[in-house]
């Protein structure tokens, strides 16, 4: 696989990200910063490092799932690894430009 093929793949996985809504807020979960770090390896894996806005966050198994399920439709991938993790906390500040315009935080 050439550089080039897992550069797009992790761009779909990026635009597929952006269209997975967090249940509580009107914002996809890439937008809201959820996601810390996407990695794709050239054997077929989507490793995902994500986060949620709350620690006891009752849609956490549902978010995490839901996004098993959308990118791991992508082609060429063909195993997706969620990590949910809490360090760094979330804060609004990760938010992209455009999610904090949404929710009114400019």
Do not use: H
């Not at 509580?24 to 390896?41: A, C, M, R």
């Not at 990118?71 to 430009?97: C, T």
């Amino acid at each position: 696989m050439e550089p080039n093929d897992i550069l797009r793949i992790e761009q779909d996985i990026v635009s597929t990200l952006k269209n997975i809504y967090d249940p509580e807020i009107p914002v996809n979960v890439y937008d809201l910063g959820l996601v810390y770090d996407i990695d794709y390896t050239p054997d077929g894996a989507a490793n995902i490092r994500m986060t949620l806005t709350a620690p006891n966050c009752p849609m956490a198994d549902m978010m995490v799932e839901d996004v098993k399920l959308q990118v791991a439709k992508i082609p060429g991938v063909k195993e997706v690894n969620v990590e949910l993790v809490f360090d760094p906390p979330w804060d609004k500040e990760m938010m992209s430009e455009e999610a904090k315009l949404e929710l009114g935080f400019i």
